[in-house]
């Protein structure tokens, strides 16, 4: 029996286990972060919002120019069939699409490259990890690291340009945070590395319209707020305004909806995780079993 425990990867029709798959020193993906991917959630053993996802990956593609020669159909297919053959029942699951390999030894052009399509999977993926999200997230807001503007680097489609994630990474560790949360060049609270960020002020839910990549728990997030009553406001967030919050929480795919108890040196809801932010966590806990949001996925039985 092949060993998928740490994860698995489909390369070229074939699925692997994670360790035999890797990619060449030449492709644009590598050299060039020519690149896009998308992360969607298996939970208890199926898809959470697999179709809009695609939407996005599909999106994302079209935008760079990239196209793998595959249909959307094959897309998902490579996705339920690589997942069921891991046996993984909670994953992080990517579809990547990377420029390739120049076709013309040393070209310039990106017409001539060799663009393909693969994904991987791992188990479950927390990106703070479960004792830190009960105590309550603390995020670093640098005033010296930038988010890239968004008329550089589409942030829109989901990209590996993480320079400025990771100095920011390194400076919010520096300072003993949990991660970092970047400002445009006018102040505005962003996104950091792999999640949005949110704030809720006298029953008022704001997040950034811009400079972020649209995440579906974002989208999650703004449609239980809404089916909750809250007034929900997708606007440009200053930083001053973000610091005045009742309560602050993040969004990401790899942890689903996160409390935040301290932003720089401001502490929010006595230091502990809102109630507000615990009850939306719950909620995207419960809406990931919602038949409607799912696609099962049909695993070999465990012998
Ligand atoms: C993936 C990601 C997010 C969160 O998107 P989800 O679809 O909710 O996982 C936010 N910002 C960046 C930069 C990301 O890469």
């Given at each position: 029996?092949t060993?998928?425990?740490?994860g698995?990867?489909?390369?070229?029709?074939?699925?692997?286990?994670?360790?035999?798959?890797?990619?060449?020193?030449?492709?644009w993906?590598?050299?060039?972060?020519?690149?896009?991917?998308?992360v969607?959630?298996?939970?208890?053993g199926?898809?959470f919002?697999?179709?809009?996802y695609?939407?996005?990956?599909?999106?994302?593609?079209?935008?760079?120019?990239?196209?793998?020669?595959?249909?959307?159909?094959e897309?998902?297919?490579?996705?339920?069939q690589m997942?069921?053959?891991?046996?993984?029942?909670?994953?992080?699951v990517?579809?990547v699409?990377?420029?390739?390999?120049p076709l013309?030894?040393?070209?310039?052009?990106?017409?001539?490259?060799?663009?393909h399509?693969?994904?991987?999977?791992v188990?479950?993926?927390?990106?703070?990890?479960?004792?830190?999200?009960?105590?309550?997230?603390?995020?670093?807001?640098?005033?010296?690291i930038?988010?890239?503007?968004?008329d550089?680097v589409?942030?829109?489609?989901?990209n590996?340009?993480?320079?400025?994630f990771t100095?920011?990474?390194?400076?919010a560790?520096?300072?003993g945070?949990?991660t970092?949360?970047?400002?445009?060049h006018?102040?505005?609270i962003?996104e950091?590395?792999?999640?949005?960020?949110?704030?809720?002020?006298?029953?008022?839910?704001?997040?950034?319209?811009?400079?972020?990549?649209?995440?579906?728990?974002r989208?999650t997030a703004?449609?239980?707020?809404?089916?909750?009553g809250?007034?929900?406001?997708?606007?440009p967030?200053?930083?001053a305004e973000?610091l005045e919050?009742d309560?602050?929480f993040?969004?990401?795919?790899?942890?689903?909806?996160l409390?935040?108890?301290?932003?720089?040196?401001r502490?929010?809801?006595?230091?502990?995780?809102?109630?507000?932010a615990?009850?939306?966590?719950?909620?995207y806990?419960?809406?990931?079993?919602?038949?409607?949001?799912?696609?099962?996925?049909?695993?070999a039985p465990?012998?």
């Amino acid at each position: 029996m092949t060993d998928f425990s740490a994860g698995a990867a489909w390369m070229r029709g074939q699925v692997m286990p994670i360790d035999q798959a890797s990619i060449g020193v030449l492709d644009w993906g590598l050299t060039h972060s020519d690149i896009t991917y998308d992360v969607v959630p298996v939970w208890r053993g199926g898809f959470f919002r697999l179709e809009d996802y695609l939407d996005r990956f599909m999106a994302s593609m079209a935008d760079l120019r990239l196209d793998p020669a595959m249909t959307r159909a094959e897309i998902r297919a490579a996705l339920v069939q690589m997942v069921a053959t891991s046996g993984l029942r909670d994953a992080y699951v990517a579809m990547v699409c990377a420029r390739g390999a120049p076709l013309i030894p040393g070209t310039r052009d990106p017409r001539y490259c060799a663009n393909h399509f693969f994904a991987w999977c791992v188990p479950y993926v927390n990106i703070i990890p479960l004792d830190r999200v009960a105590a309550g997230v603390s995020v670093y807001v640098p005033d010296d690291i930038f988010r890239i503007p968004e008329d550089c680097v589409n942030p829109r489609a989901k990209n590996y340009h993480w320079g400025d994630f990771t100095q920011g990474l390194f400076a919010a560790k520096d300072r003993g945070f949990d991660t970092v949360l970047l400002t445009d060049h006018q102040g505005n609270i962003t996104e950091g590395p792999g999640f949005n960020a949110f704030i809720i002020k006298d029953g008022q839910v704001v997040t950034s319209d811009h400079g972020v990549l649209h995440g579906l728990t974002r989208r999650t997030a703004i449609e239980m707020c809404q089916e909750q009553g809250y007034s929900v406001q997708t606007r440009p967030l200053p930083l001053a305004e973000f610091l005045e919050a009742d309560e602050v929480f993040l969004t990401t795919s790899s942890g689903g909806v996160l409390p935040v108890v301290q932003v720089n040196e401001r502490h929010f809801s006595n230091g502990a995780p809102g109630p507000q932010a615990l009850a939306l966590r719950s909620t995207y806990e419960a809406w990931m079993q919602r038949a409607d949001f799912r696609t099962e996925l049909a695993y070999a039985p465990t012998p």
